[in-house]
């Protein structure tokens, strides 16, 4: 047990998904796992484990925004012995090429800031996905027949931005979508010597201002989090 997660000794998998979205949490866990147990609910962040394919496998809310999710990877690295780590959520697309309802497999993070921006001090560390890890991924939604594309993400300290120049800098260079967590993830996963990636599915477009119906996004998250799995046992 530690200050954030209620979970006792060996109650979380060495596999976890982090959805941003307690309640997200809940529906993967009831959807796709077996044998469910709730291992955490402190502050209202739910956990889970619980089986899939033979598999043991965590699904744990992580919050909004980098701050929020480097607690919760940190403690349950350290604490619990998570070994690999994979967000599962949503962001904005920003490339023409990327459309709603598509899945980003992230190769890259960048960001203006991260919680481990102290330790970098005057460093720009390039944050990355496992390749073990992205390769799964991307062959796993091949084989599901899902519109993915795997590149750089950007990683966004604020949801609300009044800098449209950063995002027009961004669609210059190729970033295919924005979101909010996963730079720290990778940041902490390299320091840490663990595996991490993000499987993001595009809810909106920050080209079009086209946005997910709320009523089709379980369908669509739910290739996401498939694809996540069958990339954290392939």
């Not at 796709?32 to 699904?59: A, C, H, P, Q, Y």
Request: proline share 3%.
């Amino acid at each position: 047990m530690t200050v954030h997660i209620g979970a006792q000794p060996g109650d979380i998998a060495e596999t976890v998904l982090l959805p941003g979205d307690p309640y997200r949490a809940k529906w993967a866990a009831d959807t796709f796992l077996t044998d469910v147990k709730l291992v955490n609910e402190v502050r209202g962040m739910l956990g889970f484990t619980g089986m899939w394919k033979g598999n043991r496998v965590t699904i744990h809310g992580s919050g909004m925004g980098m701050p929020s999710l480097s607690i919760y990877v940190n403690e349950l690295i350290k604490d619990y012995g998570a070994k690999t780590l994979i967000r599962i959520g949503s962001c904005g697309g920003m490339q023409d090429s990327v459309k709603v309802r598509d899945v980003i497999v992230a190769m890259t993070a960048t960001t203006l800031s991260t919680p481990s921006r102290g330790i970098f001090k005057e460093m720009n560390f390039a944050p990355c996905a496992d390749y073990g890890l992205l390769r799964a991924a991307a062959d796993a939604a091949q084989a599901k027949g899902t519109a993915t594309h795997v590149g750089g993400i950007y990683s966004s300290d604020v949801f609300y931005d009044e800098r449209p120049d950063l995002t027009e800098q961004m669609t210059r260079h190729g970033i295919l979508g924005v979101e909010m967590e996963a730079a720290e993830l990778y940041n902490l996963a390299a320091r840490h010597g663990r595996r991490a990636l993000a499987v993001l599915t595009v809810s909106d477009h920050l080209l079009t201002g086209e946005a997910l119906p709320s009523e089709d996004r379980e369908k669509t998250f739910g290739d996401m989090v498939e694809i996540a799995l069958e990339a954290a046992f392939a």
